[in-house]
């Protein structure tokens, strides 16, 4: 079975630009969930999708948004980015059977912003 | 290698020792805790997980220990190989019915020849 998969690995963006992430996750899982990873901030959770639905939203701008297709593929978007934006932006699905499930990671995407 | 963490704290251990990784939670509402292993350049790897109910679960070489009363996670890994060598987080999840983690600063193990 495929992991979570992440594109691009590694992207370098100008500030005020934007930027689309995508996630595919693993064949199955309904529910995917985004963090920003920093070295200053740790894991940071971004928003989880289930069934083409926001579910849970952390604390971030509204510039930092996302969709989830019926497929279960999810993308996030940031726009007008920031030169603090630059992070591992990670993915990660589960199946959600019910309360709280493992989660699975993607290799992430390494976004740095000039 | 991507740096995960410029200040976590660091645990060396020798090869073939165990280790013992805490981590303090902090929401008493928390249920469900995973443990995953981060390696340089990748994705947090799940590795084992534990629910509210339950004090002990074992896996292959680790075991997570639960304390609810002093909101305490530990990980212990037995015989301590090289390739455990990796920044390891705690995360807890306090939503039944969603998947949003808060995670722990995370623990660079160190293991030494």
């Known amino acids: 079975k495929a992991g979570v998969t992440q594109t691009p690995r590694y992207l370098i963006k100008t500030r005020g630009q934007q930027v689309t992430l995508s996630c595919s996750p693993i064949?199955?899982?309904?529910?995917v969930s985004w963090y920003q990873q920093t070295p200053g901030q740790g894991l940071q959770f971004l928003f989880e999708y289930f069934s083409e639905t926001q579910r849970n939203k952390g604390n971030f701008p509204g510039r930092f948004s996302g969709r989830q297709f019926s497929n279960s593929r999810s993308e996030m978007n940031v726009s007008t980015l920031e030169l603090g934006d630059s992070a591992l932006y990670l993915c990660?699905?589960?199946?959600?059977?019910?309360?709280?499930?493992?989660?699975?990671f993607g290799q992430g995407t390494r976004l740095t912003v000039v | 290698g991507e740096s995960v963490g410029l200040h976590l704290p660091t645990l060396s251990v020798q090869e073939g020792d165990n280790s013992i990784i805490n981590c303090a939670y902090s929401?008493?509402?928390?249920?469900?805790f995973i443990w995953y292993k981060q390696e340089s350049g990748k994705g947090p790897q799940f590795i084992i997980d534990?629910?509210?109910?339950?004090d002990k679960r074992q896996g292959q070489r680790v075991t997570v220990l639960l304390n609810k009363t002093v909101k305490h996670l530990s990980l212990q890994i037995a015989a301590t190989q090289p390739g455990d060598s990796a920044v390891y987080f705690c995360a807890e999840n306090s939503d039944n019915y969603g998947q949003n983690f808060v995670f722990g600063p995370g623990t660079r193990l160190s293991v030494l020849p």
């Open positions: 534990i629910r509210s109910n339950m």
């Open positions: 929401n008493s509402a928390s249920d469900y």
């Open positions: 064949s199955g899982h309904r529910s």
């Open positions: 990660a699905s589960s199946s959600m059977t019910g309360g709280g499930t493992e989660a699975f």
